[in-house]
């Protein structure tokens, strides 16, 4: 799944390689200053030296600057590189859907490729920058800090052997019982999609036969459904939180208690626990932001799967192997036995045993009743679906021996639902011919209405 997600990052590897190498510089000198606030406090404010805490301050104050500009540059890197992947994720997806065919486009269903275009992509996104940012500063964090602290000292940080294998126990159960949710979450996102999909093309319809209730009532439940999941995996999810509040507090008491007792006896100095107490909240907030992260990844992983679903997706028609046919001699059609199914699992035949041969010049009416199957009939001509059985053949070929476009440029399908994309009703009646001048496109449009007698009269 990584592999082939991360092949859209092309030209964004540099800012994705350049955010994680600020945020370990960034680290590493953040981890430094309470080092240095400690060396202050014991060496110039306990001995009253204003000359060492004027310099030490100074070089705390040059340090935070340097790490200001450090965690600005990976926060820049880091948006413009997922932005970026994710733009080219999209691309990659929409680019892919146009070679599907129509068995491909059922296989997901349209809503669910929208659902993987918008939601699943922004979910990546959100992983990505986080994964280039914040999961590469929690870890590095965590081991300065642990290793500043057992530098200072080793006794304080027996307390870390309890709390971190208490706290990643806790992390684990949460996660365990969060993760089975996100996939569930994400069909019903599909499931949402469909309905509203459905209820905009069809909004003729509801209106006529008076079913706004119905479908009122039907978005109602695809929403309730959702926010039923949701709350459940955000109510698991959410014990991390008052986890990680107990678990810190209870720390810094026992710090605060055994810290003490090495201060008295002249075993530790005040400014290295002022210390330690930076570096333990460094180690708990570590924790605390890798939790935060697991949480984005588990919805990520979710929806990484179905993006690589599509991008990995084989379309069922592809051109053929070997010299495809580039011309169509004549418009005879023949259905030789045809047999067509759309599940190739179910028992259901849509076509059984067609057999029909359609003369080039003949003119044939197929007349049926809704859901005969008269436009999957049709379908099978320009191979927007491939027969189950049997052959199409075009020209005396099959239809499988031609090149898409030669077949599909020959091929006129005139559909029963009629649809506008972007652009002007000019933009729209050049689909056919991207180069046809003004007066071809009313020539064509006064066939179409009956009001030219036969192609002499265009000249």
Not at 348 to 372: C, N, P, V
Not at 416 to 425: D, E, S, W
């Amino acid at each position: 799944m990584l592999k082939t997600l991360l092949k859209s990052v092309r030209q964004y590897k540099k800012e994705t390689l350049l955010s994680p190498l600020c945020v370990v510089v960034e680290v590493f000198i953040e981890m430094y200053i309470p080092y240095i606030m400690g060396l202050l406090i014991d060496n110039g404010i306990n001995k009253g030296d204003m000359d060492y805490v004027r310099k030490m301050g100074l070089f705390t104050i040059l340090l935070t600057l340097v790490s200001l500009v450090l965690g600005a540059s990976a926060s820049y890197f880091s948006a413009h590189a997922a932005a970026g992947f994710t733009a080219n994720l999209r691309q990659d997806m929409f680019y892919h859907i146009q070679d599907f065919s129509f068995e491909n486009i059922d296989k997901f269903s349209s809503a669910s490729l929208v659902t993987r275009l918008t939601t699943d992509a922004n979910n990546i996104q959100q992983a990505y920058q986080m994964s280039i940012r914040m999961a590469v500063r929690a870890p590095f964090m965590m081991i300065i800090s642990l290793f500043m602290a057992v530098s200072i000292s080793w006794r304080l940080t027996l307390i870390f052997l309890v709390a971190v294998p208490v706290l990643a126990f806790a992390m684990i159960l949460i996660i365990k019982n969060a993760r089975p949710y996100f996939p569930r979450i994400f069909r019903a996102y599909d499931e949402l999609n469909r309905k509203v999909r459905e209820n905009i093309r069809g909004i003729r319809e509801v209106k006529t036969y008076v079913h706004e209730e119905e479908q009122i009532e039907n978005f109602k439940k695809s929403t309730s459904k959702i926010y039923k999941l949701f709350r459940r995996a955000m109510f698991i999810m959410a014990f991390n939180g008052p986890v990680m509040t107990m678990m810190i507090d209870a720390v810094m008491l026992a710090l605060s208690w055994f810290g003490a007792k090495l201060i008295v006896g002249h075993q530790l100095a005040t400014g290295q626990l002022v210390s330690m107490f930076s570096y333990t909240m460094s180690i708990l907030m570590s924790l605390m932001i890798l939790s935060m992260i697991f949480t984005q990844l588990m919805m990520a992983q979710s929806s990484g799967r179905r993006v690589a679903d599509v991008l990995t997706a084989k379309p069922t028609i592809v051109n053929p192997a070997k010299s495809p046919l580039t011309s169509v001699t004549n418009g005879e059609v023949v259905f030789d036995h045809v047999d067509f199914k759309y599940n190739k699992e179910d028992a259901h035949y849509a076509l059984k045993d067609i057999d029909l041969r359609i003369k080039s010049g003949e003119t044939l009416g197929i007349i049926g009743e809704t859901g005969s199957s008269k436009s999957t009939l049709i379908s099978m001509i320009p191979r927007l679906y491939d027969v189950t059985g049997g052959a199409v053949r075009v020209g005396g070929h099959n239809v499988r021996s031609y090149d898409l476009k030669t077949l599909r440029d020959n091929v006129a399908v005139v559909l029963q639902k009629n649809v506008l994309f972007t652009g002007t009703i000019k933009d729209n009646l050049k689909w056919g011919n991207e180069k046809a001048s003004d007066e071809e496109i009313v020539w064509y449009q006064s066939i179409e209405h009956g009001q030219v007698a036969d192609s002499a009269d265009r000249d």
